[in-house]
């Protein structure tokens, strides 16, 4: 039987596990280099070259100052694309009294399967009271948040939210940023049963999937690329071509992912 690594250096399928990306952007987006706009069309055109079934996707106006017209323009995107495209709800501490009802607007539809917040924008800590009302409600719902982290240290800044609400699944994005401080980054995921990590990355250093899969529990890590803004083809291949087991892999590229959100 050929290896993963293999299968790919000859432009074959990867069996034996649906390949879901957790962490996508749609939409135009003034700041990063995105000549096709992140259209959905475009999404699902580069999931289709790659053999990816899904991805979820966070809508990039909702980032800035318009989370309700990003999250209609998500539900249009799930829509169109029912199983091929998932979306986050975006929300945005500074508006904190529309959070709920906006959360409430989108939990029972099929297609969102969590929340996203994205700090470098709202420059809000995720120690502020601002987020209390969506977490307390996330908490009693045990809904998924993806967090936007840079670094070991904001990373690590999560960790007393995960602590306190213990029915939300957060994952901690760009996990690999700062890979020097891994062992810091794997004692805040190894020791909470609600935290993840995702392999979204515009740059890496040479073995970093490596490292992180040596400290970090495996069952932890999620497959995800930026897509559109960065191309997936990237991280993809630093998976699949990684020195690490093909159990290892599948469970990166999917399992855990379908496991954390149940679809």
Request: glycine content about 8%; charged content about 25%.
């Amino acid at each position: 039987m050929m290896k993963i690594w293999e299968n790919v250096k000859y432009g074959l399928p990867v069996k034996g596990v649906r390949i879901i990306d957790a962490h996508g952007h749609c939409g135009d987006y003034s700041e990063f280099y995105n000549p096709r706009k992140g259209s959905p069309e475009t999404i699902v055109q580069l999931l289709d070259n790659m053999g990816v079934e899904c991805c979820v996707l966070s809508p990039n106006v909702g980032f800035k100052n318009d989370h309700i017209r990003g999250n209609i323009m998500m539900a249009e995107a799930v829509k169109k694309f029912p199983g091929r495209i998932y979306g986050y709800i975006c929300l945005n501490p500074i508006y904190m009294d529309d959070m709920v009802s906006e959360i409430q607007k989108y939990e029972n539809n099929p297609g969102f399967l969590g929340i996203k917040y994205h700090i470098s924008i709202n420059k809000t800590p995720f120690t502020s009271p601002k987020y209390a009302p969506a977490f307390e409600y996330a908490n009693e719902k045990g809904m998924v948040i993806l967090m936007h982290t840079y670094g070991a240290d904001a990373l690590a800044s999560l960790a007393p939210a995960a602590d306190k609400y213990k029915n939300i699944k957060f994952i901690a994005a760009h996990s690999e940023v700062g890979i020097e401080n891994v062992e810091r980054i794997a004692e805040v995921v190894n020791s909470r049963d609600n935290f993840y990590v995702d392999t979204a990355l515009a740059g890496a250093s040479e073995g970093s999937i490596e490292t992180l899969v040596k400290y970090v529990d495996t069952k932890k890590i999620l497959y995800g690329t930026d897509i559109a803004f960065y191309s997936p083809n990237f991280t993809f291949g630093r998976i699949v071509m990684a020195d690490i087991d093909d159990e290892v892999k599948l469970d990166i590229l999917g399992r855990n992912a379908e496991k954390l959100f149940n679809i």
